[in-house]
């Protein structure tokens, strides 16, 4: 029995130290959130339900290659003072066209439809930095506004010892009244810049939920800014090449030349083979088959207007790929210069501490000596709170831009960043209905069904 009660004893001790001690809670990092925000994004939904809204375009493309069977019935009721009288009759047709040759205006529907797929995927890449980009600035505000109110406590507390010590001071005659007062009003003030940061903080705590999907708990310092490009025009090159908003333009400048050529086609004749068959209750069977030929020849001018537009839309969309090349150029330089802007604030904040940490503690020692004034002292605390909240927005804004970086040159995205998180397949669902099955008819559509359910789309 002895063992027995000794086991107990020892479990009794353990559970009793695992109460008394504080529970450790591993601090959330940047990399987490990023992760909560690409799984939790609402925006991400629906621009992949948009992407797939676009796979079923390419599918009703496909759709129009192949032939149209259709079915009518009828049954009729006629009355005759006719020897023959009233007569019920009933009649069921069955009819097939496929379209030949239409000069290529469905193939290239077709392609238009496949590349406007492709567009619609940059377009979901863009959406996915968009949300990243989100994510980071986010974790970098709360971190932020967080220090800004500790800093704002600790300014509370300073400024209140000095005021005790300049209420001991002025009852004993070393300073005056006015001391005194000056001491109250920075302290009145400092609450109130404590007030602000808290207020901010509350604000960027329902930002992070919104681009994360949850409050944060305690955040972990970020890590290591990422890297970019080794220059300026290197990035630049590479957002030339890389950028999603430049290849969704350039697919849809692809998809505005196949529209083109698809207005041009629209004259054209069309051949289909038609055929049919009709039975009727009497028992009389008739079909038929045959090729018709047939195409517009005036239609008031509309199809004529048809190609211009189709001409102009695809000079628009050209005009939008150089645009966006503008933009991305833009972005890029923007990023490029506030990062270097922040990594120099970096610097020179870090020797503004130094030093105002110097001139505090000096100003400070001098002030018990008699030799400095009560204001002296605040504002020399003032100068090393201010250099302190510097250094922590810089931090910051070389933190964000850096991101920002990797977004103008396209490459803040899930898979680049190495996140280890299982990515949307955006073709996934394309493949599954690109030949555009009928289910629950056929093999295809028996795995689309499967898709759908596994997706909780269905």
Known sequence: MLPKVKGRLLWSVAVAISLTLPSVTAAETLTDALVSAYQNSGLLDQNRAVLRAADEDVAQAVSTLRPVISYAGGTSYNSSDSVVGDRLSSSLSLSADLTLYDFGRRQLALEAKKETVLATREALIAIEQQVLQRAVEAYMNVRREDEFVALGENNVRLIT???RAAQDRFEVGEVTRTDVAIAEARLAASRANLAAAQGSLAQAREEYNAAI????????PPPAAPQTAASLDSARAIALQNHPDIRESQRLVTVAELNVQRARTQMSPTLSLGADAQVDDDGTNTSSIGLNLGGIIYQGGQLRSLQRSAIAN???SRAQLHLAG???????GN???ILLVARASIEATDRQITAARIAYLGTKEEATLGARTTLDVLDAEQELLDAQANRISAETDAQVAAYQLLSSMGYLT????????TTYD???YYNAVRNAPSRPLSEQGTRLDSLLRRTGRN
């Not at 999907?213 to 972990?220: E, K, M, N």
């Not at 503008?326 to 890029?332: A, E, F, H, K, L």
């Not at 899930?414 to 998180?421: A, E, I, P, R, T």
């Open 326 to 332: 503008d933009r991305v150029v833009q972005n890029v």
């Open 426 to 428: 955006p073709a996934e």
């Open 414 to 421: 899930v898979k680049h960043l190495g996140l280890g998180v």
């Open 314 to 316: 695809r000079d628009g």
């Open 161 to 163: 010892q000095e005021l």
């Open 213 to 220: 999907g949850r409050y944060p708990g305690q955040l972990a």
């Open 335 to 337: 990023a490029w210069a």
